[in-house]
């Protein structure tokens, strides 16, 4: 279940939005049928690779045994910096998330309870980061089939507001948007959306049975891209037109930051047809998915600065390990980046990091 919904977050729910609105409908199906292709090729390798050498740091570690130490030092603090930059940006959407039902109490306050709450989730080791994505898995999983048969649905007129969409938007205003600069847009969004998936390699130093789990886990990755990306995209570019103001668009400087749920296709789709309730429990759907992926900011940044540590690319003090939690010298260290990088930004620049993180 957490190869089937580890990566499905942000990426798919709301900044898919950016993608159809800088590329249409035809460039985003394509771009992430091509990134999906990659990406199962990759998976299908580090399954391999894991299965084989089970050891602390993933394919960075690999990168040292096989290929060069330079090249594993690089990968590994890469990697590490890639999640301790996700974690605060993640934690501000979540924020401001919750400022769609409430706006009564500061968004640093969310921030700093959210926080908490996941470095206090993975002092159980993987066994707590896990508990906790199987069961958001299951919210995504859920929704995201849900939405598959709602869209099939709307498609043929079947909404409260009856009306028949079929393919008018791949008519007017057209399949592909801003020609050939938007089709090679989309392809950054699409890696983005894909991103979570390596963790399943991450985890294999801490599972049971690696040979056995391991493999059934990388071997769904096909599945998970065919159905819940390919689909639901798919049926994204007949619901909504790339002309919807509403959707993010780098390309426009007034565009909402990814932490605007209602720039969110999904949201977008679900409100023209005119269906009650539905809006907000799709925020809440979205929330979750971005507490998923902070939790595996937290997972992933530990893991990794634990096993650069071990194998001399870090300070040994990263490396220490209690017996009764876990890393937990590397711990303190994501929550301290963390609220280093907030002290960084102030006011409306934090809101608009997602929008800056998702473009590079």
């Known amino acids: ?40 090729n990759v998976a299908m390798t580090l399954g391999e690779l894991s299965v084989a050498f089970p050891v602390s740091g993933s394919f960075a570690s690999h990168s040292s045994r096989f290929l060069d ?21 993640e934690l501000t959407s979540a924020g401001l998330i919750i400022n769609y039902w409430t706006k009564s109490v500061n968004i640093a306050v969310w921030i700093t309870i959210l926080l908490v709450t996941l470095l206090i989730i993975n002092l159980f080791g993987v ?33 409260p507001n009856h009306e028949y969409i079929g393919g008018k938007y791949w008519h007017d205003p057209g399949p592909f948007a801003h020609g050939f600069k938007g089709v090679c847009s989309v392809f950054v969004t699409a890696a983005y959306a894909f991103s979570g998936t390596e963790l399943v390699g991450l985890a294999a130093a801490e599972t049971a049975n690696p040979r056995k789990t391991i493999p059934r886990a990388t071997k769904q990755v ?3 891209i065919l159905i819940f990306y390919i689909a639901s995209l798919t049926l994204i570019g007949f619901l909504v037109p790339y002309t919807d103001s509403r959707l993010l ?8 930051s990814t932490s605007d749920t209602s ?14 309730i539905l809006p907000s429990i799709f925020n809440a759907v979205i ?20 096993a ?50 998702t473009v590079r």
């Not at 590994?76 to 605060?88: K, V």
């Not at 668009?249 to 909402?256: L, P, R, Y």
């Open 1 to 40: 279940m957490i190869a089937i919904g580890g990566s499905i977050g942000n990426g798919l729910f709301v900044v898919s939005g950016s993608a159809l609105a800088n590329g249409g409908p035809a460039a985003l199906i394509f771009n992430f049928i091509i990134t999906g292709f990659m990406l199962f």
């Open 69 to 89: 130490r330079s090249w594993g030092f690089a990968m590994g603090w890469n990697y590490a910096m890639n999640w301790l930059i996700a974690l605060p940006i």
């Open 127 to 159: 066994r707590g980061y896990g508990d906790i994505e199987f069961f958001i898995s299951i919210i995504k999983v859920i929704a995201v089939i849900g939405f598959i048969i709602l869209g099939i649905v709307l498609v043929f007129g079947g909404g």
């Open 222 to 224: 096909f599945w998970r």
């Open 249 to 256: 668009n780098k390309c426009n400087a007034n565009a909402s």
């Open 263 to 276: 720039a969110s296709p999904f949201v977008i789709a679900i409100d023209e047809a005119r269906i009650k």
């Open 287 to 306: 929330l979750c998915a971005v507490l998923s992926v902070g939790n595996s900011s937290v997972y992933g940044a530990s893991r990794t600065l634990c």
């Open 308 to 357: 650069l540590a071990e194998n001399g690319h870090a300070p040994k003090i990263l490396a220490y390990i209690d017996h009764t939690i876990e890393s937990l010298t590397s711990y303190v260290t994501d929550g301290g980046a963390c609220k280093v990088i907030f002290a960084l930004h102030e006011g409306d620049a934090i809101a608009r990091t997602p929008v800056i993180s």
